[in-house]
């Protein structure tokens, strides 16, 4: 049991950067813009938390150049998305090569390549138990016992799902994802919506970056994310555009994405490179049975992906 639960607490932890990308991947599409740039947007907040944590060693600065990191990406794509009307797909995937790019010339340029996250920024991230919570059977060790940076991730779900489903502000963010021109002709503003929770989006990855830079890794090393944001927005799919979905399906992942060192544990003879496979593997199995079993309640913002032009009144 105890190495069950030591398993399923690292998966936790494993699937926190995951967790923060596709709620902001979630934010994004639910305005109706598919960001395919979630790749670059964590690896800018990874270098970018990474470097200020090596020049100011402070923890909140360091979370903070990660998130400000992010955002930029962000409000590039949302220029070239909603300001100039671009397609999308070639947006995203422009901002995933430019991230890409961005964060080795950093690396580079500021020799981080090898470094370590400053102590003063790893011991505000060790594990802190929240009393009597981390006592609960089973529960407590695998979600209480954990860093600062996973239970302000337990609440940024909550807050993200209680705004998008439980709110007006919410409801209108739902409504330009659905129908962005009954929307406009309800007097909300479409492009003001759409900039406020791209931007909010690109800020939630840039942490995910962050978190993987400071404290999961905690080291720089070039392709930090290694593919993680591109698994980000897969689970918006998996988690049917649900913020408390996600949180089952980041922990999913990320257990898959650990399952190699525990397999080296229990001395178990399996090819590393199947096991190195495993996440994507069933990522294309979840995908193929969510589209054969396509409903409403799982579809898409009825307007992902497209433009809105607003006609002449």
Not at 102 to 115: A, D, E, H, Y
């Amino acid at each position: 049991m105890e190495l069950i639960i030591s398993f399923l607490s690292a998966a936790v932890v494993a699937g926190t950067p995951l967790l923060l990308a596709t709620l902001g991947e979630i934010l994004t599409e639910k305005v109706g813009n598919l960001n395919l740039g979630v790749e670059g947007m964590m690896l800018m907040g990874a270098v970018m938390g990474f470097a200020v944590s090596m020049k100011t060693e402070n923890p909140i600065l360091s979370i903070l150049a990660g998130a400000i990191a992010g955002t930029i990406g962000a409000l590039i794509y949302a220029f070239l998305t909603v300001g100039l009307k671009a397609n999308q797909v070639v947006s995203g995937l422009t901002l995933s090569i430019f991230g890409t790019g961005f964060s080795s010339m950093i690396g580079k340029g500021l020799n981080l390549i090898g470094q370590r996250t400053p102590e003063t920024v790893k011991s505000f991230f060790e594990v802190t138990p929240i009393p009597i919570l981390n006592k609960i059977p089973i529960v407590g060790p695998i979600f209480f016992n954990q860093d600062k940076f996973i239970y302000i991730s337990y609440i940024l779900v909550i807050v993200l799902g209680v705004y998008v489903y439980n709110t007006r502000l919410g409801l209108n963010l739902r409504a330009v994802g659905e129908n962005p021109a009954c929307a406009d002709a309800s007097s909300i503003n479409v492009n003001l919506y759409k900039y406020i929770n791209i931007l909010i989006g690109g800020a939630l990855c840039g942490l995910g970056g962050a978190y993987l830079s400071l404290v999961y890794i905690p080291s720089w090393q070039e392709n930090v994310t290694a593919g993680r944001g591109w698994i980000a927005v897969a689970l918006v799919i998996f988690a049917a555009w649900n913020p408390y979905k996600a949180i089952l399906g980041s922990y999913l992942f990320g257990g898959l994405g650990i399952v190699a060192f525990r397999f080296e544990i229990l001395t178990m003879h399996i090819s590393q490179y199947l096991i190195d496979m495993l996440p994507y593997i069933v990522t294309v199995v979840i995908l193929i049975t969510l589209s054969i079993k396509k409903n409403n309640k799982n579809a898409p913002p009825n307007w992902l992906g497209n433009s809105y032009f607003r006609e002449e009144r």
